[in-house]
Every structure is written in C-alpha cells, then in structure tokens.
C-alpha cells in the first residue's frame, strides 16, 4: 500500500509530507520511504494559527476559517505529494492535522483538537484519508500523544540495551523500551516551542526560531531562570503524561522571566534550550536508557544537541536518518503507518504509551472519488519495523 503522511508539529513552521510503500510480512512491517518535502504555510494562516492558538481567546469564526483554511493547505501539500514523490498513484492519505489545543486538566486529558478539514484533501487527491488520529485514544483514556510511539517501539525493537527515540518538535517527546518492559512514551517538556516563543518576542517578529542555535551559542545559561522553569510541576508528573503549548507559551516564559528582569535575550535563549536539554536527559537517566534516536527540527540545532550530549555522557545520540527514517520526514512516516494500520483494522497506540485502557483503532475516514475498499482486517499487529532502502 502506498502512503501519504502529512504532518504538521507543535512548532507550526511548515507541512511536512512523506510517502512510503508499506507491506507486512509476518510479525513485521516493511517500509520503503520514497521522497519527502516541505510546505509552508501561506502567511496569512500562518498568522491566524500564531493568533489563535492558546493562551488567545478566539471565535468560532476564526476556528472555521483555520480549520478550512489549514485544509486547503494540507490538500495542496497532498497534491504536491502525490505528484512530485509518488509519480501520481498512492492509495491512502493520512493527515494529522494542526494541533490547537491539547486539552490537559491534572495530568488527565479531556480533549484534543486538530484542525484541518479532510474533505479538501480527499477532493485535491481522489484519495480516501484517515484524520483526527488522536481522540480515540482519549476517548479510551489516553493522553492522545505521543502517537509515534507505535513506529518508535517497533523501530527500537531491533536496538540492543534500553534504547529510546526523542523527537524535538514544539514539544518534545521520548519513546522508551527497557528489555522485558511494556514500551513507555511520553513528553518529556519543551523542545523548541519557548525558545521560539522568545525569539519571536526579541525580534518582534523578525525572526521566527533560532536558526542553528547562533542566538544560543551567543548567550550563557542564567541560572536563577532554569531554577525558576525547572520548578514546573509538569516534570515531576509520572509518565505516560503530555502537553503543549496550551501550558509552554510566551506569557507562561515572561512570568518566569519576572524573577530575572535583567537576563539578556541571547542568554534567554541558551537559557531555553539547557531547560530542554537538561529535562530530556532526566527523563532518560529514569528509565536507564542507553542510546538515543533523534529526530525533529531540533536536530538542525547543533547547541541543543551538544547539550543534550552533555547533559547525557556515555550516552550515544545517533539520528533517525542512520536507520532509514530522514530526520525531517519521521513524523509524517509515522502518520502513514498509522493510517495503514487503521485501513487494515490495527490499532495503532500502546496503552503502556499513552496510558488508555485498551489499544484502540485510530481516526476517521473520509472516502475520496471512488468507493471506499479496505484491506482484509489483518489479525496480528506487526512487532517490527524494517525499513527497505531504496534499490537506487
């Protein structure tokens, strides 16, 4: 089966589109990724997202227009992928959409809200799509997140020792899998979403993220502010746990900021991206990892990775591209194979990952032009993942 998968993280910067061939064979999946590319959004959306997302208030006018709006991007993004990566033939999209509110009330999640209506992608493309992956794992009790837990356990299944896979989007997120132990997934804190909130704010807007961690590298850590962001609850909370920028925005930095008035915007920065380093390292020192997949845009950060390195001694950081799966493209990867498992009547959480009562098939399906013909229901989920490079 030949797969889109379009996501869209945290950080908002732009769509990410990915196609796979994806098969199984016995207890394992086989994925051959064919090409990848990036979207942005167009900079009036763009704008509406920064302006509608927590802590603003908003309208249901605006919530309409967003979820039409992001739509008619994600369908443009589909369109370019079935064109440019799939020479014009795939099967199935699967749209994450864009998160706008990870609804999150003591640790227990009520709700999740992605936007980004699938009728726009399933008219661009003909194609049948799978969207609103998250809240069927709510409905059973889970965070709803992270969902790319199930590609991480059955990618790290075949890693020696207590290997784990962080992503560094907006928020960032580790996967866990100790020999003889249920995988375990979870976010760990904030990856990149405060330090671009701050960057933001300093520029005025001119810039939008800290680009090859140069404002970092230029700042020195202000500890009194790490003592005050470290003091968050949130890091004490048990796993499975999960957040967003619901709770890690820029008026929840400048209150912590009060404590520290003076602290210049390049040691903010640096400041911001120690926090994400030092909070992912302790997540990993709980649970006794021993090697670390890394992925998401945080990678292109060479500051937050020697910290993250720093943070971790005798710890190896390797990246996803080392085992077929592009750094950039590993969400969207992630959403394909979770939408290929839903058309095959998979689930497609771990409860151990995200703390629902029961693992649960996962979104809604929109029909595209043709009527809509599943797979056979598969009977046993796949354990492992093994990705097929390409034969050019």
């Known amino acids: 089966m030949r797969v889109i998968g379009l996501m869209s993280g945290t950080s908002y910067d732009a769509i990410e589109a990915a196609a796979a061939d994806l098969s199984l064979d016995g207890d394992t999946l086989l994925m051959r990724p064919l090409a990848h590319l990036s979207v942005p959004y167009p900079d009036d959306l763009l704008d509406l997202i920064a302006a509608t997302l927590p802590p603003a208030a908003t309208t249901t006018q605006a919530l309409c227009a967003l979820d039409t709006g992001v739509g008619q991007a994600f ?3 589909a369109e370019r992928a079935l064109r440019e990566l799939c020479d014009g033939t795939a099967d199935l999209v699967v749209s994450h959409g864009q998160t706008m509110h990870h609804w999150v009330e003591d640790g ?8 980004g209506q699938p009728a726009w992608i399933a008219e661009a493309t003909g194609l049948p799509v799978v969207s609103d992956l998250r809240s069927r794992d709510v409905a059973a009790g889970g965070q709803g997140a992270p969902l790319v837990g199930m590609i991480d356990t059955l990618l790290l299944r075949a890693l020696p020792g207590t290997p784990a896979a962080l992503n560094l989007g907006g928020i960032a997120n580790v996967t866990v ?7 375990l997934a979870f976010d760990t804190g904030p990856a990149n979403a405060l330090m671009d909130a701050a960057v933001r704010h300093f520029t005025g807007g001119a810039a939008t993220y800290d680009q090859d961690g140069r404002r970092a590298a230029a700042g020195r850590t202000v ?5 005050a962001l470290l003091d968050d609850p949130y890091y004490r909370r048990p796993a499975p746990k999960s957040t967003g920028k619901e709770h890690f925005h820029l008026p929840y930095l400048q209150r912590a900021l009060e404590a520290v008035p003076a602290a210049e915007p390049d040691d903010v920065v640096a400041t911001l991206a120690r926090l994400t380093a030092v909070t992912v390292a302790d997540a990993c020192r709980a649970h006794g990892v021993t090697g670390l997949v890394v992925s998401g845009g945080g990678t292109r950060n060479p500051v937050l990775m020697r910290m993250i390195a720093e943070e971790l001694p005798g710890v190896p950081l390797r990246p996803s591209d080392e085992l077929g799966l592009p750094s950039d ?3 969207a990867l992630a959403f394909a194979v979770l939408g290929f498992l839903t058309a095959h009547g998979l689930p497609g959480t771990l409860p151990s990952g995200t703390g629902a009562r029961r693992a649960t ?5 929109t029909p595209g032009r043709a009527p809509l013909r599943l797979p056979e ?3 046993q989920p796949p354990r492992l993942l093994r990705v097929v490079r390409p034969s050019h």
């Open 377 to 379: 229901p598969v009977a």
């Open 75 to 77: 369908a443009g993004a």
């Open 361 to 365: 098939l996962l979104g809604s399906i």
């Open 108 to 115: 227990i999640v009520r709700g999740t809200l992605q936007l």
């Open 223 to 227: 500890p009194g502010l790490l003592r």
């Open 177 to 183: 899998l100790a020999p003889g132990a249920d995988p």
């Open 329 to 331: 493209a590993k969400e």
